[in-house]
């Protein structure tokens, strides 16, 4: 009886590995097949073999695009509750054909594309960012190519997202399915002063858009720098938090022929911002707005070049070539150090 019981057991197994196998090649054949903008981060774990590790922006979600009783208070209570729940991430597209996020909910759409997610094991931090893992945080690579993804994502301090190829199914599983490089990459360069006490105070921001790719494109320097946006990193930051810039939701300088750089494959545009002018101020609620500097060092921002829209652009000469996304910067604090 017992050998029959443990037999019963391993073909169960057995049946259950080769239906999430037979899943998984079912998705990647017939699922929705959508791109998420990434970067690795680890290039292998000899626990798991070689593999690529990768975090994307839907991985942090802002508390301000919860949907559902997620919007309850939030707590250990909260957090353990939720724990092993599925989690849906409802998904748009964007103009360049990279999928951002909508809205996250504990309610299963009736309709429309979203990935089933769940908490990650170190949950909620307190930082107003929900992390969560879709299963498809790990790429696996032959063992050297996993290495090979890893250093080139930093070409000469210029980094260079991933694009992954991800297959959805109905019920929102997914499984990665390839990956692509993203023509554009971007540097950032720091530079800091130094009062008679030895305390350094970030003054300026130097943000480089690189082609990387084989052909020509072309990016947009609107004047005054309109073309970067600043946005607190809540996830990395240790100091004030919840800050916002000025300038964010304000409308834009209409984008001309004049403003539109072509980049030969190599060749790059440097946009400085004087992070002392008042329109790169951040303000919490209420608060007067401040300079970077004025904060503590623990605050974490990025800069975001983000480009006008293909309609905003439809009528320029070059509007073939222009690189159409988002791109962030490394993240760097009020203090002057960088974090990559």
């Given at each position: 009886?017992?050998?029959?019981?443990?037999?019963?057991?391993?073909?169960?197994?057995?049946?259950?590995?080769?239906?999430?196998?037979?899943?998984?090649?079912?998705?990647?054949?017939?699922?929705?097949?959508?791109?998420?903008?990434?970067?690795?981060?680890?290039?292998?774990?000899?626990?798991?073999?070689?593999?690529?590790?990768?975090?994307?922006?839907?991985?942090?979600?802002?508390?301000?695009?919860?949907?559902?009783?997620?919007?309850n208070a939030?707590?250990?209570?909260?957090?353990?509750?939720?724990?092993?729940?599925?989690?849906?991430?409802?998904?748009?597209?964007?103009?360049?054909?990279?999928?951002?996020?909508?809205?996250?909910?504990?309610?299963?759409?009736?309709?429309?594309?979203?990935?089933?997610?769940?908490?990650?094991?170190?949950?909620?931090?307190?930082?107003g960012v929900i992390p969560l893992q879709y299963g498809i945080e790990a790429y696996f690579v032959q063992e050297d190519k996993a290495k090979a993804l890893e250093e080139r994502r930093r070409r000469d301090g210029i980094q260079v997202p991933l694009e992954m190829a991800v297959a959805v199914s109905g019920r929102g599983v997914a499984v990665l399915k390839g990956h692509a490089w993203s023509a554009l990459g971007i540097g950032l360069q720091l530079d800091s002063g130094t009062l008679s006490n030895r305390i350094t105070q970030l003054r300026k921001a130097t943000v480089q858009l690189v082609n990387v790719s084989s052909n020509d494109l072309a990016v947009v320097d609107l004047p005054d720098a309109q073309s970067l946006a600043l946005e607190s990193d809540a996830l990395r930051s240790w100091g004030e938090r919840n800050l916002t810039w000025v300038m964010a939701g304000k409308p834009r300088t209409a984008v001309t022929d004049?403003?539109?750089?072509?980049?030969?494959?190599?060749?790059?545009?440097?946009?400085?911002?004087?992070?002392?002018?008042?329109?790169w101020f951040v303000t919490n609620g209420p608060a007067p707005a401040q300079a970077l500097r004025e904060l503590s060092s623990g605050s974490m921002f990025r800069l975001i070049y983000r480009?006008?829209?293909?309609?905003?652009?439809?009528?320029?000469?070059q509007a073939a070539l222009i690189w159409h996304g988002e791109l962030p910067s490394a993240a760097f604090s009020s203090g002057g150090s960088r974090v990559d």
């Amino acid at each position: 009886m017992r050998i029959r019981i443990l037999i019963s057991v391993v073909v169960l197994q057995l049946l259950v590995l080769a239906y999430m196998a037979g899943e998984r090649e079912w998705i990647v054949r017939y699922g929705t097949v959508v791109h998420l903008q990434t970067a690795p981060l680890d290039p292998r774990d000899p626990f798991r073999g070689n593999y690529v590790r990768l975090d994307y922006a839907i991985n942090h979600v802002p508390a301000t695009l919860l949907r559902g009783t997620l919007t309850n208070a939030w707590g250990a209570a909260r957090e353990a509750e939720l724990r092993g729940k599925p989690l849906y991430a409802v998904l748009q597209s964007s103009d360049d054909g990279i999928t951002g996020l909508e809205y996250v909910t504990d309610r299963k759409p009736a309709a429309g594309l979203f990935l089933r997610g769940k908490l990650e094991r170190y949950g909620y931090s307190g930082q107003g960012v929900i992390p969560l893992q879709y299963g498809i945080e790990a790429y696996f690579v032959q063992e050297d190519k996993a290495k090979a993804l890893e250093e080139r994502r930093r070409r000469d301090g210029i980094q260079v997202p991933l694009e992954m190829a991800v297959a959805v199914s109905g019920r929102g599983v997914a499984v990665l399915k390839g990956h692509a490089w993203s023509a554009l990459g971007i540097g950032l360069q720091l530079d800091s002063g130094t009062l008679s006490n030895r305390i350094t105070q970030l003054r300026k921001a130097t943000v480089q858009l690189v082609n990387v790719s084989s052909n020509d494109l072309a990016v947009v320097d609107l004047p005054d720098a309109q073309s970067l946006a600043l946005e607190s990193d809540a996830l990395r930051s240790w100091g004030e938090r919840n800050l916002t810039w000025v300038m964010a939701g304000k409308p834009r300088t209409a984008v001309t022929d004049a403003d539109v750089v072509v980049l030969k494959p190599g060749e790059q545009r440097a946009i400085t911002v004087d992070l002392d002018l008042p329109r790169w101020f951040v303000t919490n609620g209420p608060a007067p707005a401040q300079a970077l500097r004025e904060l503590s060092s623990g605050s974490m921002f990025r800069l975001i070049y983000r480009p006008p829209s293909r309609a905003a652009c439809r009528n320029l000469t070059q509007a073939a070539l222009i690189w159409h996304g988002e791109l962030p910067s490394a993240a760097f604090s009020s203090g002057g150090s960088r974090v990559d």
